[in-house]
T-cell receptor, first 117, second 114 residues
Framework: GAGVSQTPSNKVTEKGKYVELRCDPI?????LYWYRQSLGQGPEFLIY????????DSGLPNDRFFAVRPEGSVSTLKIQRTERGDSAVYLC???????????????FGAGSRLTVL | AQSVTQLDSHVSVSEGTPVLLRCNYS??????LFWYVQHPNKGLQLLLK??????LVKGINGFEAEFKKSETSFHLTKPSAHMSDAAEYFC????????????FGTGTLLAVQP
């Protein structure tokens, strides 16, 4: 598609439930990133994929968070046993940067706002 | 480790006056640096990027930033603020050579008074 698409745009869930957030990157972009933005904060890196593999998952806060990108396009961020502290906007971005010279320019989606009650 | 520090959490200017948003970076690697803008209820948008070419970088909407290695700074400027510039601005640094992740600052909220 023309941009990065994220669904759902809003998700309200109860503490302890399981949540999936989907990201559809720009067609042809090999790199896909997940960030989390809490109220009044800057985006916090979670994980990024180069193709199908997670190239850097150092930002995942704990083992309740998991992400997949099985075919190298769409990605799903999965959160188990949600907690109130997981409430945030989850941002997805994609790029066609593979390393080397030049800049890694990310194009962001509008985000999925997660509220855990 | 790479990091950025945005020195002001809030900046308020009058319409038509200059804008200065300050950013200092820390990097053990030759960094790429970016400024992104986030308008209320809108997605993050790239304003400009620095990649070791010209140290003065021009972006969209009349914004500029100057890379100063001696001061480890990458401040964002605009000669004359418009009401539509009111938004949150993020300074961003690339990761070290081992990762392509981008690291965001905490943001500066720019208010423009009529």
């Amino acid at each position: 598609g023309a941009g990065v698409s994220q669904t759902p745009s809003n998700k309200v869930t109860e503490k302890g439930k399981y949540v999936e957030l989907r990201c559809d990157p720009i067609s042809g972009h090999t790199a896909l990133y997940w960030y989390r933005q809490s109220l009044g904060q800057g985006p916090e890196f979670l994980i990024y994929f180069q193709g199908t593999g997670a190239a850097d998952d150092s930002g995942l806060p704990n083992d309740r968070f998991f992400a997949v990108r099985p075919e190298g396009s769409v990605s799903t961020l999965k959160i188990q046993r949600t907690e109130r502290g997981d409430s945030a906007v989850y941002l997805c971005a994609s790029s066609n940067y593979g390393g080397g010279s030049g800049a890694n320019v990310l194009t962001f989606g509008a985000g999925s706002r997660l509220t855990v009650l | 480790a790479q990091s950025v520090t945005q020195l002001d959490s809030h900046v308020s200017v009058s319409e038509g006056t200059p804008v200065l948003l300050r950013c200092n970076y820390s990097s053990s690697y030759s960094p790429s640096l970016f400024w992104y803008v986030q308008h209320p209820n809108k997605g993050l948008q790239l304003l400009l990027k620095y990649t070791s070419a010209a140290t003065l970088v021009k972006g969209i909407n009349g914004f500029e930033a100057e890379f100063k290695k001696s001061e480890t700074s990458f401040h964002l400027t605009k000669p004359s603020a418009h009401m539509s510039d009111a938004a949150e601005y993020f300074c961003v640094v690339s990761g070290d050579g081992a990762t392509n992740k981008l690291i965001f600052g905490t943001g500066t909220l720019l208010a423009v008074q009529p």
